[in-house]
């Protein structure tokens, strides 16, 4: 559909979720650096060492959102390279639905009972901040997740979640109709893709 649109000369840019293909330009965070956060506030938040689960979206590629990708490989090779004694045990896969997010993670945590932290690289931190809490894991797990939703902010309140990596949705909003602008009117180019 981008590529019928970009066809007809209309200027397309992406926000957030990145597509393949002809755009204008890409307006979101780096994925790799938010994931090499994510590494280091594991890695002190563990103390170095300790079980860890990835909750993703879904493994198969064509279900896999690309930055979701990226945030899980990257986090496990920051993981992997800087804290050698924290240990990837398992990738829990949501598929982006709160139901299943909650069922598979609530599953984690009474099969891996001494898992000491969760990284979650999609959505779906409520749903696993409810199985946290249902387990009464909440002291004893730590939580890394993204984004900045009111009901990730009332979890790190709750002491759920321990720091989520906001990707500043409004500044990428902004950023993305003012370079929308400059071109329509100004025909000014991005230079590379703004993150």
Known sequence: A???????????ITVDSDLTGDRLCHVGHDAVKGACIAGRMMGLFLRGEGKVA????SMSTEVYHDQVNTRTT????????????????????GFEDRDITYRETAKLLQEEPDIKGIFIACGGVDAVGRAIREAGKAEETSVVSFEEYPEILDLIRARVVDCTIGGNLVEQGRTSFRLLIEYLVYGTMPERDPV
Do not use: C, D, G, L
Not at 2 to 12: A, C, E, S, T
Not at 54 to 57: C, G
């Open 74 to 93: 990257e986090f496990a090779r920051f993981i992997s390279e800087n804290y050698p004694e924290i240990e990837i045990v398992r990738y829990v896969e």
């Open 2 to 12: 981008v590529q019928r649109i970009v066809r007809k000369n209309i200027p397309v």
């Open 54 to 57: 990835v909750i993703t979206n």
